[in-house]
């Protein structure tokens, strides 16, 4: 009786870890996204999409099995396929990434300039490549929830990164938020500050909406505690249907707690985008 019971258990067990997909996990947030969610077997069957064989060995360089990482092209829906079937989440780290023109010489001062490569434009990967995987989410049929790691200065048209390359990123990140919310899917929108490769879960963590934090020196937040976040969302249904602006205190700034209760921070907030 006790071994059956024991079973049971087990099996149940089993039947709870939840499916993700992290796609951008070749990038620099996604890969800590990844590597996070492969210290809990116990609860999650992690996979990861990545753009090129090069970024897939990257990977799976700390361990892992080839065959949990995929490769594709967001801007190419029929590829998609194979990474998105039988999942039953999805968190989105794919951005486009403006190149810096050649030839600019900071001694002569002046700014430099950037470019968009072709099929890299925000158009293309923050607008058509996110709503791609929003519709390939939902077409499963098994999805329950989307992560969406977005920016905050979504509301200014004038934003500087809107600037570079003529691309209007936040632009097209936006259109992309408000597809997912209409999608019907449970979703989470992050929209974090200056993202800073420094050390995580050493800081205050301070909510925001309407990107009212830009204007404060509380602007910008380590990759590692949005990756956190991303985590924590999945775990925490208090984090459905909601959309935020995150960043964080500087370490050690006097009276701030470094934030380690992620379910008050999600149930505080009330914006649904």
């Known amino acids: 009786m006790g071994s059956r019971a024991g079973e049971a258990a087990a099996t149940t067990t089993s039947v709870q870890k939840t499916v993700v997909l992290v796609t951008g996990a ?21 996979r990861g999409l990545v753009r090129t064989e090069e970024a897939k060995a990257a990977l799976l360089v700390g361990g892992g099995d080839d065959a949990d990482v995929f490769v594709g092209d967001i801007t190419k829906p029929e590829s998609l396929k194979p990474a998105f079937q039988g999942i039953d989440a999805l968190v989105i780290l794919t951005s486009a990434v403006p190149k810096m023109k050649p030839g600019f010489d900071p001694s002569k001062g002046g700014r430099p300039e950037f470019y968009y490569p072709n099929g890299g434009t925000p158009e293309e990967v923050d607008w058509k490549g996110q709503k791609a995987q929003i519709d390939a989410a939902k077409a499963t049929g098994s999805v329950k929830q989307i992560v969406l790691v977005a920016s905050m200065g979504g509301q200014d048209v004038n934003h500087p ?27 989470t929108i992050i929209r974090a500050g200056g993202l800073q490769d420094k050390e995580g879960g050493v800081r205050e963590l301070v909510v925001g909406k309407d990107d009212e934090l830009l204007n404060t020196e509380i602007n910008s937040i380590p990759r590692a505690d949005v990756a956190e976040l991303c985590v924590q969302a999945l775990l925490l249904k208090e984090a459905q249907n909601k959309a935020f602006d995150i960043a964080s205190k500087p370490e050690g700034q006097n009276g701030s707690v470094p934030t380690t209760d992620f379910l008050a921070l999600f149930a505080n907030v009330i914006s649904k985008f």
């Open 161 to 187: 990164l809107n600037s570079f390359g003529n691309g209007k990123i936040l632009i097209w990140k936006r259109k992309a938020e408000q597809y997912l919310a209409d999608s019907g899917i449970p979703y």
């Open 26 to 46: 070749g990038g620099r947030t996604g890969k800590i996204v990844w590597e996070k969610l492969k210290k809990q077997p116990e609860k999650f069957v992690v």
